[in-house]
């Protein structure tokens, strides 16, 4: 007996240690991971590359920078010097985060933004919803609730802004070919890998500079945020060695002028309608009802209005507007046919048959309310693989405004698809289904998840082919967490990803014309 | 009456164990001032239901048409054994079922944490009809699945690897007793199956960090050989966390607070002494982002001796 009492002490003893030695760790970001940016190519003939609505950089006025002898430049130089004889460890800490790239930064920074504001209005005590309004965006609900279509046009307003800025900077920098201030100067040091690029004006601003002026418009509430990550990395620059400030005015002062382009056309591109209004969201059911099929209703207590409805009337950016009708799929199986009722039994078993490997797909993919949304899913999968590749700030942004616009005319086209179709999910259908992650509040066909995530996978296979079949596997994994998880049916899927993929092939198109090439 | 007497000696009942049902996280075992004989064993099932339709999302207290009350079965396998004199320990291992009453989300189940904790009686002073007993003990807890706890408000549990430890004082007068008790509970970080997700910033890991809690936990009533009848109050405190956001879903590192006040009542039957029937009522009276839960528990519990000793120990609810 006394043996056993000792093998029980001995086990519990272990179980302490195991339960107390596997106890905290600061969570590693692998963002915080990403080396300083340190293009194997600088892609010296971005400013012939072709532009999102640019049509002419010398419209843009960039003042001829002060001479290297200036005072002014001096100044500038000493400024730099005199951050660089003390710098704290918190001053080193944002030279090494921004050092990872402009572009790169802007975007998890937009991520952040998307998912904080994903978040769908708390009801009245009437049972009704309010919404947000951008005219007063500090009100509940805060402008704006930055759901799936709303974050996929966010996406890509701010990567082609950053985009066409980044273009027309080479102009400016071929233009006037300055110098970078460790070169001019060999008693200022560059605490980032030195680049053979003309530093006036400067690309780190002209992309904060483009992507403040959008993301403010985007995102109102967030204006100071937004303003305090710009000015930290016009500081990054001057302490890194890297610009002096005059480039970095210039460069912020360029990248606005080409983001009031973008902004103009956020303003008239029709997603402020794209909420509708009840006789719009009545007119759904009825025209629905009079085509024989059983029409969408919210599942939600109480009932929530149809997340944007006119969506599909916003304007794209690779394609007109004639063409969403075009690539619109054919009608989903009739609500009444055998083959949807078969098709509503397979989520059904799905929900029944829920095993831990398909709940870690669905939840993987979710990407729900409070998330980046399934866009930025893709957003964050392409940055890991950009990374590797080392491009140039340009290429950077390139690459990223192809997924984004590919990103929101998949939203456009989908939407449009959603609405003309009205169709119900399965879940409505059959209340024995049970979903593994919350039930999206729009019609069922076909699978945004599977629009984003091929449009996304076909243009980013385009862009690194060595990748093989890796993002084209990712999207089926995407399309199928949605099956899995009982929110749609397998033709929701099948077809969501083949008109993702048409839409992707959009941006193929575009970025097989555009003049950067491929880049590898 | 000499029967009667020899007939306690020999039993004693313990094992009203309050381990896990998500909420109510502490072991109640871990928190009274009972122990039980060196070389005894324990076993027991504990059958707990608890529910909320209120909660709090932050410190907003509402309701949600999505969720309408969402309800948590549990069974929990316990079993005490008296390792030494003032040596006791105690293992558990709960399996848990979660559902909504509306809206569309699939319940959850399947075993959750497994866990082990050791009571050590430090010092007893007794004075007249007074007695003063102090208590440590340490708990570790590890899942048993591979659960998701990224699935709020239906998750079984955290998913994470816990250490708490607790000092407990207890106090008896007569027939009277108070038992107050602190801890400690260190909680490891935990992965969930996305790799990026928003607290207050957003964080690209699949790895979350939980915040470690402290709960201290108040017991008050009478106590007789046989019966032992009891008020409890409970504060568990994170100490860290975030908010839920309104309308947002629950994440497990949110700030997770909890007011609880309940009744305990343990009883066990002087013709069979071995056997220990328990009952309990825990009511949430106040919180953050947590349910307003109110859980009703139900155990029995078995106690023999694994060897025939010729001096049984004489030992009850109130000789201790």
Redesign the interface.
Known sequence: MKNYSTYIRLFALSFFVLCFATCKKDIVDRSAKYPALNPANEDLNADTWKTVLVTDPTVFTVNAPDATNSPAYVADLNEIKGYQRNLSTSQLAIIKYWSAGAVLRWNEILRELVAKHNLPPYQNPDGSYPAPSSANPFAYPQFPFSNPPYAARAYAYVSAAQYDALVTAYHFKKLYNRSAPYVIDANVQALIPKSSLPSYPSEDAVVSGASVEVMKLLFPTEIAFIEQKAAEEKLYRIMAGANVRGELDAGESLGKQVADLFTARARTDKAGAAIGNQAYWTQLQTQTAAKGEQYWISLESPKRPPMLPLFGKVKPFLFDTATVAAIRPGPPYSTNSPEFKQAVDEVLYFSQHATRENLQQVEFWADGVGTFTPPGHWNAIAADEFVKQNYSEVRWARNLALLNMAEMDAAIVCWDTKYFYFNPRPTQVNPQIKTLTGIPNFPSYSSGHSNFSAAAATILTYLLPDRGTKFTDLANQAAMSRLYGAIHTRQDVEVGLTTGAAVGQYAVLRAQNDGAGTGN | MISFYKATKKCILICACLIGSSQFASAQMENDGIMIPQ?YLCPGLMYSHSSWTNYWEGTFK?NN??LGTVSSNEYNLMVT?G??KNLI?TAGLPYIKTNAS??????QKGLQDIS?N?KWKALQIITGKSKFSFFAS?T???PIS???A??EPLALGSHS???TARAVVDYVFGKYFFTGSGAYT????IT???????TT?????N???LPNMSNYNFRTGYRSKYFIAEAIADISTSLGGFDI?????P?PSNRMNMTSVGANLRYRFKSFYNLELTASDQYVTSGRNMGQSNMIMGGVSYIFS??SDKKTPQINYYKN
Do not use: C, H, P
């Open positions: 070389n509402r048409g999505n054994y390792l030494a320990a509306a809206g569309t989300l699939e319940g082990l050791i340490v570790g807890s590890t591979n659960y998701s990224d699935y690897r816990n250490f260190n909680r490891s970080d969930i199956d996305r790799n990026s997700y928003f910033v957003l964080i690209n890991s790895q979350v960090m956001t309104k309308n947002n879903m994440f694994l060897k």
